[in-house]
């Protein structure tokens, strides 16, 4: 925002930033307002993505990716998909290659790996993951979904609500209940795809936000799951889980960042050019002291991220850290987009306004991922110890 040279990308990084934006001006923002009326992305753009490179990066070489094991690049994605403002794919895309992908390649079989990551890096399959069901949101324990041990394989039964990508997925890391007496401990994950028999999804739901985001219901009556389709061990999910969650959370408030930027970036643009009272907005000093309060909160928040993706690059990504960055990172999303919103008067609220939908989106940030309140006790257990 304010120029600031940023240490933590270096000059490739950089070039494989030009080649991410010039893709997203080409293929990503002129589909986005259809995408939205389709309540999807359509499956072309995410094979598109795969012939760029841009999906599974860091999947090994054996598997079709490039192995790149650099979070930085990963960052670079989230990022410039999050400043085109097209809320539904900078969400969508990243859970496929930097959520879901991740407990695959950590906790599959070499057998799962072989089936899934290829094609996940392609772009013909589509990955979700599902934690939360009707019942059971922020409390994973309470999860009801079950697997029953029949031997070679398992059979479950049960639903999942708010699946991100859940429409068009091809293979979800489905979180189940091995163990009902054990709590957390009783908590498996196994893969299960869209060809096996009883598995079934709902319509898209109406959201307030991310318009152009399959976010619906999954629905499982006796699904026969292979014994190959458990990933790590039985009962460890919930650990699985927990250390995946870091990455997650530092993925949505990268996004939290670039979004809110876009919506700044955009009022910016607006104020320059509205006139009130025979002067533009921009000259109104309440204007200007809003924009710089944004501005300066956007890039303390841009640093602090740059910090943890360093961190995490480094293998020192701490779990508690992570969620203050989730936690402030979409407060401060929320803020912006309604401080933009006013700056925008009533063409503020109107869909054809990018801020309209930027506020719209921003919303359901503080919720998934684990909400906002869970992501202040995590924290609160780390200083207390």
């Known amino acids: 925002m304010f120029g600031l040279h940023r240490s933590l990308f270096s000059e490739e990084h950089e070039l494989f930033r030009q080649s991410v934006r010039a893709f997203i001006a080409k293929e990503i923002i002129p589909q986005n307002a259809e995408w939205e009326k389709q309540k999807m992305v359509s499956r072309d753009s995410w094979l598109k993505l795969g012939e760029n490179g841009f999906l599974g990066i860091q999947a090994p070489e054996c ?9 930085r690049y990963n960052a670079v994605l989230i990022e410039e998909l999050g400043l085109s403002g097209c809320s539904g794919p900078a969400i969508g895309y990243p859970l496929h290659s930097d959520i879901v992908m991740p407990y695959i390649l950590h906790y599959a079989t070499e057998a799962a790996k072989k089936k899934y990551v290829p094609k996940m890096v392609t772009g ?3 990955g979700a993951v599902a934690m939360t069901e009707p019942g059971a949101g922020s409390d994973l324990q309470g999860m009801r979904t079950s697997a029953v041990d029949k031997g070679d394989h398992y059979v479950v039964n049960g639903s999942k609500t708010f699946i991100t990508n859940g429409f068009l997925a091809d293979v979800v890391v489905v979180a189940v209940k091995t163990d009902p007496n054990k709590g957390a401990k009783g908590i498996s994950l196994l893969l299960i795809d869209k060809d096996m028999p009883g598995f079934s999804k709902g319509v898209p739901f109406e959201k307030v936000g991310l318009h152009a985001q399959d976010t619906c219901e999954l629905f499982f009556e006796d699904v026969k799951v292979p014994k190959e389709n458990l990933l790590g061990k039985p009962g460890d999910g919930f650990k699985y889980l927990m250390t995946e969650l870091a990455q997650e959370r530092l993925v949505v408030a990268l996004a939290a960042v670039a979004l809110a930027e876009f919506a700044l970036k955009a009022t910016i643009d607006y104020v320059k050019q509205r006139k009130a009272f025979g002067k533009t907005i921009s000259e109104f000093q309440n204007t200007r002291f809003k924009l710089a309060e944004m501005a300066a909160a956007l890039e303390q928040g841009r640093i602090y991220c740059d910090y943890l993706v360093q961190l995490h690059n480094e293998g020192k990504l701490d779990p508690a850290m992570a969620s203050a960055a989730k936690y402030n990172m979409t407060e401060l999303q929320c803020k912006v987009a309604d401080e933009c919103v006013q700056l925008h008067g009533g063409y503020g ?7 309209a939908r930027a506020w719209a989106d921003a919303r359901v940030q503080r919720i998934y991922a684990g909400t906002n309140e869970i992501m202040k006790e995590l924290i609160a ?5």
């Open 124 to 126: 013909e399959f589509i």
């Open 63 to 71: 598997y079709g990716g490039l192995n790149i094991q650099d979070f």
């Open 381 to 385: 257990r780390k200083i207390l110890g």
């Open 349 to 355: 609220y109107m869909w054809e306004y990018g801020v």
